[in-house]
T-cell receptor, first 110, second 113 residues
Framework: GENVEQHPSTLSVQEGDSAVIKCTYS??????FPWYKQELGKRPQLIID?????GEKKDQRIAVTLNKTAKHFSLHITETQPEDSAVYFC?????????FGKGTTLSVSS | DGGITQSPKYLFRKEGQNVTLSCEQN?????MYWYRQDPGQGLRLIYY???????QKGDIAEGYSVSREKKESFPLTVTSAQKNPTAFYLC????????????FGSGTQLSVL
């Protein structure tokens, strides 16, 4: 089935730095690209999403960029804070069920 | 946390035993899903249902079964054929189809005795 590669698997930054997580995919039919955040012991929650007709979307300190030609999309977090520490998952939607990446554990140290 | 409820929070399975995980939602969502989460493996799709009385296998359906007799409920049975059942199981629902925003339950941790 469809596969999505997510990198890096772990990311450590200092408070105030930026963090970038990238996902690549192969199915050209994918048209929905959400990002979920899962804090320790909690359920995943949608933080931002983008559709294939848009190249970039921002929501305060987070942004997602999509390059359909190159088949990759990225999550950008600026001015990171300790509460941004969590596991982040990218996902693909193409008409059936979402397919998730393996996740990135982000650690923000103060 | 209303909306989508999973129970129990922790479940233990004995060798050769079938166990059923409950998932109930009051969001009036048409679609429901089961994902399995293992450390470092992300969320892998077990089964999904887009409408009552219909469901489809996901990527790792072997050893699992589901039913969708009511719109609100999508129970998952982990059968004895699933040889490595220890994992965190997440149920989710969405308004329609599968490419919409997923709302997740709080999960069930299944362990083998």
């Amino acid at each position: 089935g469809e596969n999505v590669e997510q990198h890096p698997s772990t990311l450590s930054v200092q408070e105030g730095d930026s963090a970038v997580i990238k996902c690549t995919y192969s199915d050209s039919a994918s048209n929905y690209f959400p990002w979920y955040k899962q804090e320790l012991g909690k359920r995943p929650q949608l933080i931002i999403d983008i559709r294939s007709n848009v190249g970039e979307k921002k929501d305060q300190r987070i942004a997602v960029t999509l390059n359909k030609t190159a088949k990759h999309f990225s999550l950008h977090i600026t001015e990171t804070q300790p509460e941004d520490s969590a596991v982040y998952f990218c996902a693909l939607g193409a008409g059936t069920a979402l397919i998730f990446g393996k996740g990135t554990t982000l650690s923000v140290s103060s | 946390d209303g909306g989508i409820t999973q129970s129990p929070k922790y479940l233990f399975r004995k060798e050769g035993q079938n166990v059923t995980l409950s998932c109930e939602q009051n969001l009036n969502h048409d679609a429901m899903y089961w994902y399995r989460q293992d450390p470092g493996q992300g969320l892998r799709l077990i089964y999904y249902s887009q409408i009552v009385n219909d469901f489809q296998k996901g990527d790792i359906a072997e050893g699992y079964s589901v039913s969708r007799e009511k719109k609100e409920s999508f129970p998952l049975t982990v059968t004895s054929a699933q040889k490595n059942p220890t994992a965190f199981y997440l149920c989710a629902s969405s308004i329609q189809g599968a490419t919409e925003k997923l709302f997740f339950g709080s999960g069930t941790q299944l362990s083998v005795l």
